[in-house]
């Protein structure tokens, strides 16, 4: 089992690169299903879970050739299977994405009900509700999501909840529709932009991303092409609060400013100095933290994938903060494992306080999902003496090379298999 090995208490300085942005790549790698041409994918982050895509899009009979760490070329003329087993999609939740692109493609998908963290129900009924608007037909048995269609043709579809998930897989799946194609009350997070822009640069007409109404004309054929993916939000902002838990100074470089206004608006409620640059945003941790109240929203409000990571830092803080989680129902079953560190906090419902300033104390630890083993990581970092967070590949899935990158900030910290 791999752990992490942190040596914490002291402050980190220097800058840090950002990879690119996991959800957008798990969106868009399943996308290029679409076209029948080769598409080049750059700015892939290097982490397990596009490892096991990759994999999965062997399996359907794509050709996938990394050039290097980061850049992946995907003939996906070759797809000739469409079908993905539980044994292939259990361990990202993304896989659902295959469902819209293999439907998109050949009108029929065969895939096994998603995996990926688990915080409580994550049900898709949205997608669904997609799918049969478009005009497949839909079968959940044995586990596998089946759906067929004679054709799709464009509808106007209402979510009911906003879902990042169901506006892409929609999106996706009405790219090449007859028709026209409008979701309303859509997601409007940077990952959905990047793929309509990709989806756009293979040759599909999507309009509105980035706004709750987004127009898809369906057209005939995608075509391959190159494109580069945006930088990680989660990943940016999880560096971004190491360098105020640990009353340092990090420029973290490779990010898009606007991206990350409601953690920076947080940090500075905090009395972190923040500094802009076109991309880059510098972190000057203060002595005195000072506490704030956090609502995880919709982009572009406070992302829950940060709610994890914003509860080790305000443990830290002077003072008694409030984090309301509104996106998903159970995502603080982690909290017991921050606790172990000396944390302060109280879960009701939805609601978590966090009182501080904490004494942190390294400790043994277990990382259950992959937001939650990053939380540690900023509790460890700030806490004083030896903490071991096992599970580790939990937090590989999401962050390439994170121990390599917080010791390059001066972290004394080491992966080891244990
Ligand atoms: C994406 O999950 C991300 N995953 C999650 O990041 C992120 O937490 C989430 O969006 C919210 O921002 C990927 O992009 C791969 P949703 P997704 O559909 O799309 C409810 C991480 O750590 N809902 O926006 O699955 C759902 O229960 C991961 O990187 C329905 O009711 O999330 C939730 O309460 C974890 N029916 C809310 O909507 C549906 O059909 C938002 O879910 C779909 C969702």
Redesign the pocket.
């Given at each position: 089992m791999e752990q992490l090995v942190i040596n914490g208490g002291k402050p980190l300085r220097g800058t840090v690169n950002v990879n690119g942005a996991?959800?957008a790549a798990?969106?868009i790698l399943p996308a290029v299903i679409l076209s029948e041409g080769i598409s080049t994918i750059d700015n892939l982050p290097g982490i397990e879970d596009i490892k096991n895509l990759v994999q999965i899009f062997e399996n359907l009979g794509a050709q996938c050739t990394f050039s290097d760490k980061h850049t992946l070329t995907i003939d996906a003329s070759t797809v000739n299977s469409r079908r993905a087993s539980y044994g292939a999609v259990k361990r990202i939740?993304?896989s659902y994405y295959l469902l819209g692109a293999l439907l998109g493609r050949f009108n029929e998908a065969e895939v096994a009900m998603p995996g990926?963290?688990n915080f409580g129900?994550?049900?898709?009924?949205?997608?669904i509700k997609g799918f049969m608007a478009l005009g497949a037909k839909v079968a959940i048995n044995h586990g596998m999501v089946r759906l067929k269609a004679e054709k799709l043709v464009g509808t106007n579809i209402y979510l009911d909840?906003?879902?990042?998930?169901?506006t892409i897989n929609i999106m996706i799946a009405a790219a090449r529709a007859e028709g026209t194609t409008i979701i309303e009350n859509a997601?409007k997070?940077p990952?959905v932009v990047d793929t309509a822009n990709f989806l756009n640069m293979m040759g599909a007409n999507i309009k509105g991303a980035g706004t709750d109404l987004i127009r898809i004309s369906g057209v005939n054929k995608l075509f391959g092409g190159s494109y580069t993916i945006i930088p990680d939000q989660?990943e940016a902002g999880t560096y971004m609060i190491i360098a105020a838990a640990t009353k340092g100074t990090v420029r973290v470089q490779n990010v898009i400013p606007k991206h990350m206004d409601s953690l920076t608006a947080k940090l500075t409620e905090m009395k972190c100095i923040i500094k802009e640059g076109e991309d880059y945003i510098e972190v000057f941790g203060p002595e005195r933290l000072m506490p704030t109240n956090v609502k995880t929203m919709v982009y572009p409000g406070f992302?829950?994938?940060l709610q994890p990571q914003i509860i080790a830092l305000l443990a830290c803080a002077q003072g008694t903060g409030i984090v309301t989680e509104n996106?998903?129902?159970n995502r603080f079953q982690y909290v017991n494992e921050l606790k172990r560190l000396g944390c302060n906090i109280t879960v009701e419902g939805r609601v978590a306080v966090v009182k501080g300033p904490a004494t942190l104390s390294g400790a043994e630890v277990h990382a259950p999902d992959?937001?939650a083993g990053a939380a540690l990581v900023v509790a460890g970092l700030a806490a004083k003496g030896t903490t071991t967070i096992m599970n580790a590949k939990q937090i590989n899935r999401?962050y390439e090379d994170i121990e390599g990158k917080l010791s390059g900030l001066g972290a004394d910290i080491r992966k080891i298999n244990a």
């Amino acid at each position: 089992m791999e752990q992490l090995v942190i040596n914490g208490g002291k402050p980190l300085r220097g800058t840090v690169n950002v990879n690119g942005a996991k959800n957008a790549a798990l969106a868009i790698l399943p996308a290029v299903i679409l076209s029948e041409g080769i598409s080049t994918i750059d700015n892939l982050p290097g982490i397990e879970d596009i490892k096991n895509l990759v994999q999965i899009f062997e399996n359907l009979g794509a050709q996938c050739t990394f050039s290097d760490k980061h850049t992946l070329t995907i003939d996906a003329s070759t797809v000739n299977s469409r079908r993905a087993s539980y044994g292939a999609v259990k361990r990202i939740r993304a896989s659902y994405y295959l469902l819209g692109a293999l439907l998109g493609r050949f009108n029929e998908a065969e895939v096994a009900m998603p995996g990926g963290c688990n915080f409580g129900q994550r049900p898709i009924d949205q997608h669904i509700k997609g799918f049969m608007a478009l005009g497949a037909k839909v079968a959940i048995n044995h586990g596998m999501v089946r759906l067929k269609a004679e054709k799709l043709v464009g509808t106007n579809i209402y979510l009911d909840v906003v879902s990042v998930g169901a506006t892409i897989n929609i999106m996706i799946a009405a790219a090449r529709a007859e028709g026209t194609t409008i979701i309303e009350n859509a997601a409007k997070e940077p990952h959905v932009v990047d793929t309509a822009n990709f989806l756009n640069m293979m040759g599909a007409n999507i309009k509105g991303a980035g706004t709750d109404l987004i127009r898809i004309s369906g057209v005939n054929k995608l075509f391959g092409g190159s494109y580069t993916i945006i930088p990680d939000q989660i990943e940016a902002g999880t560096y971004m609060i190491i360098a105020a838990a640990t009353k340092g100074t990090v420029r973290v470089q490779n990010v898009i400013p606007k991206h990350m206004d409601s953690l920076t608006a947080k940090l500075t409620e905090m009395k972190c100095i923040i500094k802009e640059g076109e991309d880059y945003i510098e972190v000057f941790g203060p002595e005195r933290l000072m506490p704030t109240n956090v609502k995880t929203m919709v982009y572009p409000g406070f992302p829950t994938d940060l709610q994890p990571q914003i509860i080790a830092l305000l443990a830290c803080a002077q003072g008694t903060g409030i984090v309301t989680e509104n996106v998903w129902e159970n995502r603080f079953q982690y909290v017991n494992e921050l606790k172990r560190l000396g944390c302060n906090i109280t879960v009701e419902g939805r609601v978590a306080v966090v009182k501080g300033p904490a004494t942190l104390s390294g400790a043994e630890v277990h990382a259950p999902d992959l937001r939650a083993g990053a939380a540690l990581v900023v509790a460890g970092l700030a806490a004083k003496g030896t903490t071991t967070i096992m599970n580790a590949k939990q937090i590989n899935r999401g962050y390439e090379d994170i121990e390599g990158k917080l010791s390059g900030l001066g972290a004394d910290i080491r992966k080891i298999n244990a």
